[in-house]
């Protein structure tokens, strides 16, 4: 097992074990790690654990603005070894520390990542959708082909370089996620780890709610009083016995399209639940 921080008050800091393993289980689903608004140590941790690549969506370089959203040099560093990005924001405060800012200030951040780890692992962030102050020279998406001019300006970019980070770069990031999903697949598929270096990559099961298992490649949910349906049935009739859900009749399989929301929502659904708990019964030992 790996190892737990706590800090001076002996509070658990980063990641806990089950953090770690909800990083294992994005990477198998093919989620993508977002590490923005989250503290040092789980930057640290996160990327520790995942052996796809993360992103920052909306974090600049700390060595710009000293600000704790912003990303530090040596994270950066492990970052370019995960082969991750971080996309910089437009929100004054994390880019001059100020209520201010203009378009340099945005490229300024951009010309410190590229120094500190180079040119593939810069994105734009913006975080339009969540700022009430805008740079000066960038108010809303319109003027992205000014800030994208602006780079080509600088000394020692090129066309190249400036494609990367309007989008080659992240979409580098969204291919090589879904690489390492369909790695665990096949790992799966053989009985074989995905990834030795980090141990066995088991399903979540054991922090899951009750009546939701790991059956045959699939989430399955088991309802005690629901009757058969034609879904559970036509679902059943296309596995084998050894993949079947454990009530075949009662059982409803979480596939298609949302089947990652629907996984995330019951491991947060739970997480919910057993904080209300210890709020309600600060002496309970759970």
Partial sequence: MRKVHVD????????????????REMN????????????????????????????FSHSGAQGVCNSSRNVPDDILRLLAL?????????????????SAATIRDVIRHMNHIRRVVGVDHIGIGSDFD???????????????PHLLAELLAEPGWTEEDVKKVAGLNFLR?????????????AAHKTGRTADSAHGP?????????????WTGGNWNKHFASR?????????????????????????????????KTRIFREIFRSLTSAVRRRRAFPGLKQ
Avoid at 8 to 23: A, E, I, N, Q
Avoid at 82 to 98: A, L, R
Avoid at 242 to 252: D, E, H, I, V, Y
């Fill in 28 to 55: 198998r689903i093919g989620m993508i790690v977002d590490l923005s608004h989250s503290s040092l140590w789980t930057m640290q941790h996160a990327l520790e654990e995942s052996t796809a690549p993360v992103i």
């Fill in 201 to 213: 990559r088991r399903p979540l099961e054991l922090h899951l709610p009750r009546g939701l298992s």
């Fill in 8 to 23: 001076r008050t002996g509070k658990m800091v980063g990641l806990s074990y089950f953090g770690r393993r909800v990083v």
């Fill in 173 to 185: 990031v969204f291919k090589k996620v879904e690489q390492v999903s369909l790695k665990f697949s």
């Fill in 82 to 98: 995960n082969e991750g990005i971080v996309m910089v924001p437009f929100y004054p405060p994390f880019v001059s520390c100020s």
């Fill in 130 to 144: 969540g700022i009430d102050l805008v740079p000066s020279g960038l108010e809303d998406v319109s003027k992205y």
């Fill in 227 to 259: 009757p058969s349906t034609s879904t559970s049935t036509s679902t059943s009739s296309t596995m084998t016995d050894s993949q079947a859900p454990r009530t075949r009749n009662n059982a409803l399989a979480y596939t298609g399209v949302d089947r």
